[in-house]
Structure formats: structure tokens, C-alpha cells
């Protein structure tokens, strides 16, 4: 695992956020909408649950009285045609980190597969249940999308509960997840960096260890070998709002 891992650079990102994106109406799944300011949340934390139920639902009234005439057509189309996207985005299911968001996809152009952590587990085709690796496969094999991003963030639970231990509650399923990421944890010890850059190192780690394992995957390093595919990495500051890819020199650069 040597070559796998190489020292992250950059000042961790932890400090708060500061604020939400602009309102605006852009080209991607924004269009005709506005985002909702922190203001928005503040209120929408303080209701019940029935009234925070009712509150998306007035989200999705907007979304039928503003932006569905707007994207009536392309729908209708999607409908008919089917989906066919060309890129599989591997995220993390952390609230903060959306990817439609980030790229301003709009529908039909992304497939995204969500988990803790953004990890993409070893090739095992066995009878256990396989979720992620189910939604590679269809991304794959059968809608033959042309790139993998498999994107982490700062600031991920996930990676905190595999340096620190999972927090309370999270032992039945989350503990034994992080067990994936194992050796970005190895790695993220052997690079003595100070505690605060510990985890931005660890993430970053388990975006290129999902990378390896998706290579692991026959049918994608087929589809690699053949030219039809490309596995890239990305690093999304949650507080900076900043994208980072992985280059070629195994470290995270700024777009």
C-alpha cells in the first residue's frame, strides 16, 4: 500500500461555515429557483416534524409552479428516452455535500450513488447485500457511463468515526463500514501530521482507496483498459466552497 497513498498538502479545512451559495437561477438543477438562505434552515430546524414534512412540501409546490414549466419538456423527455448520463458520482451522504449542487447538474446528466464517507467497498460478489456496488455495476455495465468521480469533503463524520471511533448509536452499522477505509486510517497515522491535519489527510485517503477498489472491479478495469472509462478524484471544502481534483502526482489540486 506504499505507492497507494501520497502526503495530502494545504491547511485543513475546518472552520465554520460562513454562509450558504448566493441566490441565483443558473442552467443546471437550479434554474427558475432560488437557494434558500441560512435563515431558511435556522427556521426550518425549529418545527416539528409534521410542519418540517409541510415545509418540503411547499418546497416541492415551488419547484411545480416555477421550475417544472421551465423543465416540463426535458422530463417528458427523460421519460421517454430513458436516462443516460455519463457520469457516475460516488458522494458522500453528508447534507452539506450535494453534488447536483456543486457541478449545477441538471437531471439526467449525473447518477449519483451516496454513502458514509463516499467509500467504494472491495470487489466481493458474493450473497451479502452489495448496495453501493450494485449502483456501479448499473452505472457501469449498463448505462456505461464515460467517468467515475468518487468526491470526499472536509469536515466528514464518517472519517472522524474511523480515527476516533463512531460515536454512540452509530455502532451497528457505521463502525463496521468505516472497517473499508482501514488502511487510509494506517496511512493517515504513518504521516505523523499535526492533529489538525490529520483528517483532511484521512479523507483525502479514502478517496484515493476508493479509487483503487473501484479499479478493482473487472468489468471496470475492462472498460479502463479499453478507453471507455476515467476514475477521477475530487475534495469539496465545505466551509471554502472550494473543488479540489486529484492530479496525476497524487495530490489534491484547486480547480
Same mark, same amino acid.
Given at each position: 500500500? =506504499?505507492?497507494?497513498?501520497?502526503?495530502?498538502?494545504?491547511?485543513?479545512?475546518?472552520?465554520?461555515?460562513?454562509?450558504?451559495?448566493?441566490?441565483?437561477?443558473?442552467? &443546471?438543477?437550479?434554474?427558475? #429557483?432560488?437557494?434558500? %438562505?441560512? %435563515?431558511?434552515?435556522?427556521?426550518?430546524?425549529?418545527?416539528?416534524?409534521?410542519?418540517?414534512?409541510?415545509? $418540503?412540501?411547499?418546497?416541492?409546490?415551488?419547484?411545480?409552479?416555477?421550475?417544472?414549466?421551465?423543465?416540463?419538456? #426535458?422530463?417528458?423527455?427523460?421519460?421517454?428516452? *430513458?436516462?443516460?448520463?455519463?457520469?457516475?458520482?460516488?458522494? @458522500?451522504?453528508?447534507?452539506?455535500?450535494?453534488?447536483? !449542487?456543486?457541478?449545477?447538474?441538471?437531471? *439526467?446528466? !449525473?447518477?449519483?450513488?451516496?454513502?458514509?464517507?463516499? $467509500?467504494?467497498?472491495?470487489? $466481493?460478489?458474493?450473497?451479502?447485500? /452489495? *448496495?453501493?456496488?450494485?449502483?456501479?455495476?448499473?452505472?457501469?455495465?449498463?448505462?456505461?457511463?464515460?467517468?467515475?468521480?468518487? !468526491?470526499? /469533503?472536509?469536515?466528514?463524520?464518517?472519517? /472522524?468515526? #474511523?480515527?476516533?471511533?463512531?460515536?454512540?448509536?452509530?455502532?451497528?452499522?457505521?463502525?463496521?463500514?468505516?472497517?473499508?477505509?482501514?488502511?487510509?486510517?494506517?496511512?493517515?497515522?504513518?504521516? %505523523?501530521?499535526?492533529?489538525?491535519?490529520?483528517?483532511?489527510? @484521512? =479523507?483525502? @485517503? @479514502?478517496?484515493?482507496?476508493?479509487?483503487?477498489?473501484?479499479?478493482?472491479?473487472?468489468?471496470?478495469?475492462?472498460?479502463?483498459?479499453?478507453?471507455?472509462?476515467?476514475?477521477?478524484?475530487?475534495?469539496?471544502?465545505?466551509?471554502?466552497?472550494?473543488?479540489?481534483?486529484?492530479?496525476?502526482? &497524487?495530490?489534491?489540486?484547486?480547480?
Amino acid at each position: 500500500m =506504499e505507492a497507494f497513498i501520497n502526503p495530502g498538502t494545504g491547511r485543513p479545512d475546518t472552520g465554520p461555515v460562513t454562509g450558504l451559495p448566493q441566490r441565483r437561477t443558473g442552467r &443546471g438543477n437550479l434554474a427558475g #429557483l432560488t437557494r434558500p %438562505s441560512r %435563515s431558511d434552515f435556522r427556521a426550518l430546524s425549529r418545527l416539528d416534524g409534521r410542519a418540517r414534512v409541510d415545509d $418540503l412540501i411547499s418546497g416541492y409546490r415551488r419547484f411545480r409552479e416555477v421550475a417544472w414549466p421551465e423543465r416540463k419538456q #426535458l422530463f417528458e423527455r427523460l421519460a421517454a428516452r *430513458g436516462q443516460k448520463p455519463e457520469t457516475l458520482v460516488i458522494a @458522500c451522504s453528508d447534507s452539506r455535500v450535494d453534488p447536483q !449542487m456543486i457541478f449545477d447538474a441538471g437531471p *439526467g446528466q !449525473m447518477f449519483v450513488v451516496r454513502n458514509v464517507a463516499n $467509500l467504494v467497498p472491495p470487489f $466481493l460478489p458474493d450473497t451479502n447485500y /452489495h *448496495g453501493t456496488s450494485a449502483a456501479i455495476e448499473f452505472a457501469v455495465r449498463v448505462l456505461k457511463v464515460r467517468d467515475v468521480i468518487v !468526491m470526499g /469533503h472536509a469536515q466528514c463524520g464518517g472519517v /472522524h468515526a #474511523l480515527l476516533e471511533g463512531a460515536p454512540p448509536g452509530a455502532e451497528d452499522f457505521v463502525a463496521g463500514w468505516m472497517k473499508i477505509a482501514e488502511p487510509a486510517r494506517l496511512m493517515a497515522e504513518d504521516a %505523523s501530521l499535526p492533529i489538525d491535519q490529520r483528517q483532511r489527510f @484521512c =479523507e483525502q @485517503c @479514502c478517496v484515493k482507496l476508493s479509487l483503487a477498489n473501484l479499479a478493482g472491479f473487472p468489468w471496470v478495469a475492462e472498460r479502463i483498459s479499453a478507453g471507455e472509462l476515467q476514475l477521477h478524484g475530487a475534495y469539496f471544502g465545505v466551509a471554502t466552497g472550494q473543488l479540489e481534483l486529484l492530479d496525476d502526482d &497524487g495530490t489534491f489540486k484547486a480547480v
